[in-house]
T-cell receptor, first 114, second 112 residues
């Protein structure tokens, strides 16, 4: 079965712009979660969506937002980009995001803000 | 103090050696994941544990819920095992509920 697909793989944006990243989960998976990875902070949880609803949120400013569509595909948006937003953004999908379920990660989108 | 502490941060081994990576966490968890990340960024989930021990090929993962500690072992290490290994507990309650938190990762290099 197809894995988790993230697009685009690479992105270069200018400070102040906004960006939208996409994540298509494994077929049948209804939970999509997003993570930011930087050399300084490591991996950090951004948010999780289930059935088109944000169920969980990490400690990020309101410039970071997301949504989930009825087909479980998810997008995340970062507005007013800052240099510090340069990172690898990863999404992961699971059946329902409950307890001891496994996660499948996408390959990530590498965002560079200049 | 971080919620998740991994050790060691860097590990260099010769091919064939037995490897252990440790993870201690402070929050109540519903499960703990061990992740592998190769250069280029892709993450693979190696194990998901909620109790006891799991084995997959040369990899073994254990967890002690009472002591809030997990270990990842690699028997007969091989250069292709060179990667970053990340411990990721999933919160079970309070503000951590449903969230994955992450250790800082262990960079493993296995020399032939």
């Amino acid at each position: 079965k197809a894995g988790v697909t993230q697009t685009p793989r690479y992105l270069i944006k200018t400070r102040g712009q906004q960006v939208t990243l996409s994540c298509s989960p494994i077929s049948g998976h209804r939970s999509v979660s997003w993570y930011q990875q930087t050399p300084g902070q490591g991996l950090q949880f951004l948010f999780e969506y289930f059935s088109e609803t944000q169920r969980n949120k990490g400690n990020f400013p309101g410039r970071f937002s997301g949504r989930q569509f009825s087909n479980s595909r998810s997008e995340m948006n970062v507005s007013t980009l800052e240099l510090g937003d340069s990172a690898l953004y990863l999404c992961a999908s699971s059946l329902a995001g409950q307890g001891a379920e496994g996660y499948t990660f996408g390959s990530g989108t590498r965002l560079t803000v200049v | 103090k971080n919620e998740v502490e991994q050790s060691p941060q860097n590990l260099t081994a010769q091919e064939g050696e037995f490897i252990t990576i440790n993870c201690s966490y402070s929050v109540g968890i519903s499960a703990l994941h061990w992740l592998q990340q190769h250069p280029g960024g892709g993450i693979v989930s190696l194990f998901m544990l909620s109790s006891g021990k799991k084995k997959h090929g040369r990899l073994i993962a254990t967890i002690n819920i009472q002591e809030k500690h997990s270990s990842l072992h690699i028997t007969a290490s091989h250069p292709r095992d060179s990667a970053v290994y990340i411990c990721a507990p999933k919160g079970a309650g309070g503000t951590s509920y449903g969230k994955l938190t992450f250790g800082q990762g262990t960079i493993l290099t296995v020399h032939p």
